[in-house]
Nanobody, 114 residues
Framework: QVQLVESGGGLVQAGGSLRLSCAASGSIFRANTMGWYRQAPGKQRYMVAYITGGETTLYATSVKGRFTISRDNDKNTVYLQMNSLKPEDTAVYYC????????WGQGTQVTVSS
């Protein structure tokens, strides 16, 4: 059974940092491109960053230069380091395979206060 467990969210002031983690079951992590997605209230979920098995990365324009995605294949874990956070980064953050996500985990809430 596919499992994705996101953690690391919280409340932070604008300009602050958070590091999100996502533990994935081996069956979906191994050799797959993994992405971080976010969904703000009333808006669609969309991908903010992905990392391939070969560790090529790509970022949405809105987070480029502020967020860094990485992965630890030994731990089946993908990370999202978020710096210089802005109120518009407030959302529930999810990880999943990219570009075809499977079942979603519970996500982790990130709230950035101004």
């Amino acid at each position: 059974q596919v499992q994705l467990v996101e953690s690391g969210g919280g409340l932070v002031q604008a300009g602050g940092s958070l590091r999100l983690s996502c533990a994935a079951s081996g069956s979906i992590f191994r050799a797959n491109t993994m992405g971080w997605y976010r969904q703000a209230p009333g808006k669609q979920r969309y991908m903010v960053a992905y990392i391939t098995g070969g560790e090529t990365t790509l970022y949405a324009t809105s987070v480029k230069g502020r967020f860094t995605i990485s992965r630890d294949n030994d731990k089946n874990t993908v990370y999202l380091q978020m710096n210089s956070l802005k109120p518009e980064d407030t959302a529930v953050y999810y990880c999943n395979t990219y570009p075809n996500p499977g079942d979603w985990g519970q996500g982790t809430q990130v709230t950035v206060s101004s």
